[in-house]
């Protein structure tokens, strides 16, 4: 399916991706296809989102990401962190 075909028929446009397998794999990939009735693009397109899905669960969100919802939840000065005048005394 080209990209113009897949936007036509409501799906996303998408990029192609060009990818070097060894003979077995591709029969595997291949086969696998025919067993499910599915396309080897569409296979390998699933097992990508699947792989990357458990990949981001292993390597999870950095700490500004993870506390995104809690910054800028306190009242203060706007500037707290820039502004060396709110440092003063700090430590002492």
Aim: glycine share 8%; with cysteine; aromatic share 4%.
């Amino acid at each position: 399916m080209t990209q113009s075909d897949s936007t036509a028929r409501g799906l996303p446009a998408a990029k192609t991706l060009s990818v070097k397998l060894s003979l077995d794999v591709e029969n595997a990939l291949a086969a696998a296809a025919r067993r499910r009735g599915v396309s080897r693009s569409f296979l390998v397109r699933e097992a990508l989102i699947a792989y990357l899905d458990r990949d981001h669960e292993r390597n999870p969100k950095r700490f500004g990401e993870l506390a995104a919802d809690l910054i800028g939840c306190c009242p203060g000065p706007e500037d707290l962190s820039t502004n060396p005048e709110h440092m003063k005394g700090f430590g002492s």
